[in-house]
Each structure stands twice: as structure tokens, then as C-alpha cells.
């Protein structure tokens, strides 16, 4: 994925995102990253989660734009973060990507560029309530077992990349998630409900962001 071809395009809100032309798939919706990732991750995910502290996993840690939303949304719930990415970007990117400026909440602006200059594999208390620890590893690599509340899975779509969408990796997933934990999703596809319920999951289509009828939510049992 490094060798392939990007821009940085504006979308429809306003907020940025990286667009990958040769393949035309893009980190985040056209029709607006920042509206998208706070319908499918805050709303859908991060605000149905009542323990605490609580503890996350991002699959696809991108730009950083749902770890920063997260952080602002939480307010004072503490948060321990773990994005997994196997193709990071830029900090040239990221500084690009101006999402605190966005949220109207300049004073994260720092926060978001230490997101991308903090070490991998090192765990860093970025605030008094939020802890982040980026994984350089790839989505078949994880081995956390019962550790995590809510898994953000927000890889490229199936079309680019339908491995990520496997039985077998939804079943690393569902095994990392504890006993009533969640994992969300923009995507809506039969193909992918199906294996997430092989691995065990019980899936809910809701409605989705702008610009896209449904998306997924699948939960572990109790």
C-alpha cells in the first residue's frame, strides 16, 4: 500500500482524507470523513459502551481521525486506545490533515501530532484520561484475548482488500473482544455479516452515515 499513488482530498464536510487513485478507494467517506467516523464510531459504538474505564482497538489506525474523535468525545472517560496499522502514514500527511481544526477543537492539535510522532509498540498517556498505543502489525497478528469493550473496524473496503474481511480475522476479533463487547463497522455487505457470524458474532444492520444506506454493528454474547 505504500507504493500506491495518494492525495489529500477534502470531502464533503469539510474534513480531509487520503484518496488512493490507482484503486479508488479512499481512508474515509467522500460525503464526510469526520461526519462518517462519528456516526459509525461515536454514535454507534464508542456512546453504547457504559463501562469504565474503557478499552478500544482500531483496526486500520489510518490518519489517527477516529482516535482523535474519540478523545474529544470521551470528555473525561478514560480511555485505553489501541490502533493497529500495518501501513502508516505520513507525519507530512497527518499534519496535513488539520482534524482538530475540523472538530473546532485547536487546543487537540498537539495531541494529534503526537498521535504520529509517539513511538510504535510504546503505550503513551497522551492525557490525563487517554492512552495510546500503536501496533505496526498486520490484521492476522493480533493475539489479544478478552481484553477490549469495542473494536473499530476500519479497514479498506472488500473490494480492495476482502481478506481483511475473513471468518478467520473477525474470529482474532470476537476472541479479543470481552463478553458483551462490540465491533463496528461501516461496511454492510452480506458477504461480510455472514463471517463475522461464523466467527460467533450477532450482527445488527443499522442505518448508516451520509451517503451510505447501513452498516454493521456485531456484538459478543454475555
Request: charged share 25%; proline share 5%; aromatic share 10%.
Amino acid at each position: 500500500m505504500n507504493s500506491v499513488r495518494r492525495q489529500i482530498v477534502i470531502t464533503a464536510d469539510g474534513s480531509a482524507t487520503i484518496h488512493l487513485p490507482d484503486l479508488d478507494e479512499s481512508y474515509h467517506s467522500k460525503h464526510g470523513a469526520l461526519q462518517e467516523a462519528d456516526h459509525v464510531f461515536i454514535s454507534n459504538g464508542l456512546n453504547l459502551v457504559d463501562r469504565e474505564p474503557v478499552s478500544i482497538l482500531e483496526m486500520g489506525f489510518g490518519t489517527g481521525l477516529n482516535a482523535l474523535l474519540t478523545l474529544l468525545r470521551a470528555k473525561s472517560r478514560t480511555v485505553d486506545y489501541v490502533g493497529v496499522e500495518a501501513f502508516p502514514v505520513s507525519f507530512d500527511e497527518a499534519k496535513q490533515m488539520a482534524y482538530a481544526s475540523s472538530m473546532n477543537a485547536p487546543e487537540l492539535e498537539d495531541v494529534f501530532l503526537q498521535m504520529h510522532q509517539m513511538p510504535w509498540n510504546d503505550p503513551a498517556q497522551l492525557t490525563d484520561h487517554f492512552t495510546l498505543e500503536k501496533k505496526d502489525i498486520r490484521f492476522d497478528e493480533i493475539d489479544f484475548v478478552n481484553r477490549f469493550d469495542l473494536v473499530y473496524f476500519d479497514a479498506f473496503g472488500f473490494r480492495v482488500q476482502p481478506e481483511l474481511w475473513s471468518t478467520e480475522i473477525f474470529q482474532l476479533l470476537y476472541d479479543a473482544l470481552k463478553p458483551g463487547g462490540l465491533l463496528v463497522t461501516y461496511a454492510a455487505r452480506t458477504v461480510i455479516k455472514r463471517n463475522m457470524e461464523q466467527a460467533g458474532f450477532t450482527v445488527t444492520k443499522c442505518p448508516g452515515p451520509p451517503g451510505k444506506r447501513e452498516m454493521m454493528r456485531a456484538s459478543k454474547a454475555v
